[in-house]
């Protein structure tokens, strides 16, 4: 096991601390605290010299920046024929900074995208969470390493997906589709959050979940994902980066019929689903639209198992949900029913810790506090 740098893992402890204090003290503790935490994370994702993916961000912004014109981008973004083979608006973040500032330093890029994501990611937990630092719990063991620290442009695209449910709720169609226009220009994955205006309004009950996930688990083993041609990414353009955040091993020997950690995550929320549904449903207005969110996620892990980059990168932006799912279920529960899912929650929290800890990730991606570098901080 490797010690996380103080940076990370002080700022971890300080939400632990707040989200005992959401389940157990009387009088839940000021959202305001949660500013001085984004402006800190802001710090030490901005300015990092880390990450499995740096080394290959740092060559998009050099290469695409340098190489590929303006016209080249709008073209792209208008569905045209184009020079360009990435999206559209990641691409154009990087070039406007790079010719704006005379090719500065490729932290002046970490620190533009940190100062877009972590804010708007604030937004979405104070919109849509009750208890907002038990859901940053959540998300800081790996999707935050994964995340704003590794895979940018899809922990971005994600966020503004995440965003847009605003708009869902308030009923403004063409807000949302702008919403995921911008988030495919950083990541085409984003795609497949665009019919979700619709579908999160579906309503649906336990027997139809249990239908959608069993028939999910059956359909697993014929990988029919394969048989949809050119209506998925090719998987080799999403692969870059992507074997440094996995262990070889423990994914060898999924795909040969173990269970590992995503199944077992994708067997929490199915527990969290079933148990408190119909409380989470009585108690929480909006709560169906992060269901739905789930279960299709559930759906296509199982669905795209045999593949490792669609079964993580495809239904990671619909897992997201179960950050906000879980909390939502101490929100339906008594005072007692609280504690006790808030405790599977830290559980659950603390051996995500421990396997990130514990796998090269955390080696590979320079997080270690004897490897871990930032340009602004000492």
């Known amino acids: 096991m490797h010690l996380l740098h103080p940076y990370y893992l002080v700022p971890f402890i300080i939400i632990l601390f707040l989200s005992f204090a959401e389940a157990y003290s009387p009088q839940k503790p000021s959202p305001k605290y949660m500013i001085p935490i984004a ?54 973040i990087n070039k406007v900074i790079f010719d ?11 620190f533009f995208l940190a100062l877009i994501s972590i804010p708007l990611n604030y937004i979405n937990i104070r919109e ?28 971005l695209g994600t966020i503004i997906c995440y965003y847009s449910i605003r708009f869902i709720k308030e009923e403004k169609v063409w807000h949302y589709l702008f919403c ?18 619709w579908l999160a309004r579906i309503p649906i009950n336990k027997t139809v979940m249990a239908t959608a996930i069993i028939g999910s688990m059956i359909l697993s083993p014929f990988e029919i994902y394969k048989y949809m041609g050119s209506f998925l990414p090719d998987e080799s353009s999403l692969m870059s ?9 423990n994914t060898a020997e999924r795909l040969n019929g173990a269970i590992g950690i995503p199944e077992g995550n994708a067997i929490l929320s199915c ?30 892990f199982f669905i795209f198992r045999g593949s490792i980059m669609f079964s993580s990168r495809l239904t990671g932006i619909f897992f997201t949900a179960t950050g906000y799912l879980m909390p939502y279920a101490m929100y339906s529960a008594n005072a007692a029913s609280r504690r006790m899912i808030h405790t599977v929650i830290v559980c659950y929290c603390l051996f995500n810790f421990i396997i990130f800890s514990s796998f090269n990730t955390i080696v590979r991606g320079r997080f270690t506090i004897d490897t871990y570098t930032n340009f602004l901080l000492p």
Request: aromatic share 24%; hydrophobic share 50%; net charge neutral.
């Open 128 to 155: 849509n969470s009750l208890y907002p630092y038990t859901t940053i719990l959540l998300f800081f063991f790996p999707s935050f390493f994964i995340g704003e620290n590794g895979q940018m442009r899809q922990a």
């Open 180 to 197: 995921i226009y911008l988030a495919m220009g950083i990541h085409n994955v984003c795609l497949f959050f665009l019919p979700m205006y």
């Open 39 to 92: 402006a800190w994370l802001i710090l030490v994702t901005g300015f990092r010299d880390a990450g499995p993916d740096y080394g290959s961000y740092k060559n998009i912004y050099i290469w695409y920046s340098s190489h590929i014109d303006y016209i080249d981008i709008f073209r792209k973004a208008l569905k045209m024929d184009s020079r360009l083979d990435m999206e559209w608006l990641f691409i154009l």
């Open 271 to 300: 527990l969290f689903l079933f148990v408190f549904d119909t409380d989470m449903k009585k108690k929480y207005p909006y709560y169906e639209y992060m269901r739905n969110f789930c279960v299709l996620g559930i759906c296509f």
């Open 100 to 110: 704006i500032f005379a090719a500065p330093p490729f932290f002046i890029v970490t």
């Open 241 to 249: 980066g992507f074997n440094n955040y996995i262990n070889m091993n």
